[in-house]
Nanobody, 128 residues
Framework: QVQLVESGGGLVQAGDSLRLSCAAS????????MGWFRQAPGKEREFVAG????????DFGDAVKGRFTISRDNNKNTMYLQMNGLKPEDTAIYYC?????????????????????WGQGTQVTVSS
């Protein structure tokens, strides 16, 4: 089993920055990918960003391209989401997801169904 714990959420003003962290425990990853998804009230969960285990491939949702970056520290089994230029529409619960599978198709980091493990989420609120 893999446990994922998100942290770093909070209440900020439009234009501010936040860095979310996702710490994984339970096993060591040496393949697969991790990702960030978010869900706003009344909306479906959407893809934010994803990164392969090696860090060699990343992808971003259209709404966050150019503002958010994703990275990971495999020594710490931790993934990060740096969010800059936050907007009120970024307000949501942000979820960390992971898959250690060597069958993970890295061309489709945005596909929720590929992820085996999910965190409990961290709230990000951006005021205008």
């Amino acid at each position: 089993q893999v446990q994922l714990v998100e942290s770093g959420g909070g209440l900020v003003q439009a234009g501010d920055s936040l860095r979310l962290s996702c710490a994984a425990s339970g096993r060591t990853f040496n393949s697969g990918a991790m990702g960030w998804f978010r869900q706003a009230p009344g909306k479906e969960r959407e893809f934010v960003a994803g990164i392969t285990w090696s860090g060699g491939s990343t992808d971003f949702g259209d709404a966050v391209k150019g503002r958010f970056t994703i990275s990971r520290d495999n020594n710490k089994n931790t993934m990060y989401l740096q969010m800059n230029g936050l907007k009120p529409e970024d307000t949501a619960i942000y979820y960390c997801a992971a898959s250690p599978s060597s069958y993970f198709n890295t061309r489709y980091l945005y596909r929720q169904g590929q992820y085996d493990y999910w965190g409990q989420g961290t709230q990000v609120t951006v005021s205008s």
